[in-house]
Antibody
Framework: EVQLVESGGGLVKPGGSLRLSCAAS????????MSWVRQAPGKGLEWVGR??????????DYPAPVKGRFTISRDDSKNTLYLQMDSLKTEDTAVYYC????????????WGQGSLVTVSS | DIQMTQSPSTLSASVGDRVTITCRAS??????LAWYQQKPGKAPKLLIY???TLESGVPSRFSGSGSGTEFTLTISSLQPDDFATYYC????????FGQGTKVEIK
């Protein structure tokens, strides 16, 4: 059974940093392109970025709202995905989901339960 | 960036109704489109990918169609478990989601 379990969420002040982790099991993690998707309270879904497999270069892509502030990384030895969030803004307040991308396609067949990040003074 | 626009934003329907949700892309995305269902407090669930392929385990009352810039999600006979919010997502160029369509009880 595929499981994605996020951790590390919480309350942080504007301008602060936070790192989320996603522990993966039930599939071959090092073969998976992984993404983060967030959802602000009462709002829709927003893609936050992805990381390719190490074999495919381990490269990352980010949308404009988080580029330069967020960094996705992976530790294949620990089957863990990370999201480092710096220079946080109040508009980054959201539930952050770890997602498994199907093959090299960017649709998401498995999702974690989500981790709430609140940016507030 | 590719923009995705869903309509309607909210849909009121009764059990047994046929329901159709539309998703439009700002440029052609071929059939690189997925649909998700989300219930309050839960993670989204994949329903359909490649515009019309049903994910394993998803009831056959769900269907998807379209290509290029116009897509539809149809629920042939709405069931009580189907009241939820539905999102389309393009994966032709990176990822963009539609704003969502809430299907509520009439």
């Amino acid at each position: 059974e595929v499981q994605l379990v996020e951790s590390g969420g919480g309350l942080v002040k504007p301008g602060g940093s936070l790192r989320l982790s996603c522990a993966a099991s039930g599939f071959t993690f090092n073969d998976a392109w992984m993404s983060w998707v967030r959802q602000a309270p009462g709002k829709g879904l927003e893609w936050v970025g992805r990381i390719k497999t190490t074999t495919d270069g381990g490269t990352t892509d980010y949308p404009a709202p988080v580029k330069g502030r967020f960094t996705i990384s992976r530790d294949d030895s620990k089957n863990t995905l990370y999201l480092q969030m710096d220079s946080l803004k109040t508009e980054d307040t959201a539930v952050y989901y770890c997602t498994h991308g199907y093959s090299i396609l960017n649709y998401f067949d498995y999702w974690g339960q989500g981790s709430l990040v609140t940016v507030s003074s | 960036d590719i923009q995705m626009t869903q309509s309607p934003s909210t849909l009121s329907a009764s059990v047994g109704d046929r329901v159709t949700i539309t998703c439009r892309a700002s440029q052609s995305i071929s059939t690189w489109l997925a649909w998700y269902q989300q219930k309050p407090g839960k993670a989204p669930k994949l329903l359909i990918y490649k515009a019309s392929t049903l994910e394993s385990g998803v009831p056959s009352r769900f269907s998807g169609s379209g290509s290029g810039t116009e897509f539809t999600l149809t629920i042939s006979s709405l069931q009580p478990d189907d009241f939820a919010t539905y999102y389309c997502q393009q994966y032709d160029t990176y990822v963009t989601f539609g704003q969502g369509t809430k299907v509520e009880i009439k």
